[in-house]
């Protein structure tokens, strides 16, 4: 038990306890406080977003956007980006510590290997622990699989079914579902004279400035 000790907390096994014990920490916290949850649901998204292919990425240049974008080609080769950040962190440091402590256990006679072999065994151990955590991330995949957020200019086109008793400039509500079959009850207006009553089926054709879906009831042209 001593020289378990001693080899923890001596090098290189040291840098993976003291990776440990703040992966640890950081759990503690993060279960006591509420905000260790990583079940992302679809939900409407309250902007207009842009598509993500409108996104660019001309701020990112020189070696530095190289080295990242290396980096996080290793990652997702490996699988690690299947984990959330805070999971592979904790993943990578308990294998990597216990792959350290068992390398050390073997060629180190005291707490610690020496500079030279602690190096290398603190390479290795982290090679070990990016594999493994990569392999747990493949496994785990869909317990952390994210479903995008829907943007509202993504209903345009489908079919809702109004709620209240009238829609019109100022008023009405309907229920739409979306590609990923979940229901909405959105806010929904209509400037010509209709009848549109609770039960009725519209076609949501726009979104105008305030986030409100402008609908037709004209559907008989994709019934």
């Known amino acids: 038990m001593a020289r378990l000790i001693d080899i923890s907390f001596g090098f290189?096994?040291?840098?993976?306890?003291?990776?440990?014990?703040?992966?640890?920490?950081?759990?503690?916290?993060?279960?006591?406080?509420?905000?260790?949850?990583?079940?992302?649901?679809?939900?409407?998204?309250?902007?207009?977003?842009p598509d993500a292919s409108d996104l660019s990425s001309d701020g990112a240049t020189g070696d530095g956007a190289n080295a990242g974008s290396s980096l996080s080609g290793v990652f997702r080769g490996l699988g690690v980006h299947?984990?959330?950040?805070?999971?592979?962190?904790?993943?990578?440091?308990?294998?990597?510590?216990?792959?350290?402590?068992?390398?050390?256990?073997?060629?180190?006679?005291?707490?610690?290997?020496?500079?030279?072999?602690?190096?290398?065994?603190?390479?290795?151990?982290?090679?070990?622990?990016?594999?493994?955590?990569g392999r747990i991330g493949r496994i785990m995949r869909p317990v952390f699989e994210v479903t995008p957020a829907v943007r509202r200019r993504d209903l345009i086109g489908r079919l809702c079914v109004i709620q209240t008793g009238r829609v019109?400039?100022?008023?009405?509500?309907?229920?739409?579902v979306d590609s990923e079959k979940s229901t909405h009850l959105v806010q929904v207006r209509c400037a010509i004279d209709n009848q549109l009553t609770a039960g009725a089926q519209a076609l949501i054709v726009d979104v105008d400035d305030d986030g409100l879906f402008v609908v037709s009831p004209d559907v008989e042209a994709i019934t």
């Open 168 to 176: 019109d400039r100022d008023f009405g509500q309907a229920e739409v």
């Open 12 to 49: 290189p096994t040291v840098i993976f306890t003291t990776l440990v014990l703040f992966s640890l920490a950081y759990w503690v916290v993060a279960l006591a406080f509420g905000f260790a949850d990583f079940d992302v649901e679809a939900e409407l998204d309250a902007d207009l977003s």
């Open 82 to 133: 299947y984990l959330p950040i805070p999971v592979a962190f904790s993943f990578v440091a308990l294998i990597g510590w216990a792959f350290s402590l068992f390398a050390t256990w073997l060629v180190a006679s005291a707490g610690s290997a020496g500079v030279a072999l602690g190096i290398i065994i603190t390479l290795l151990a982290l090679v070990v622990g990016l594999v493994v955590a």
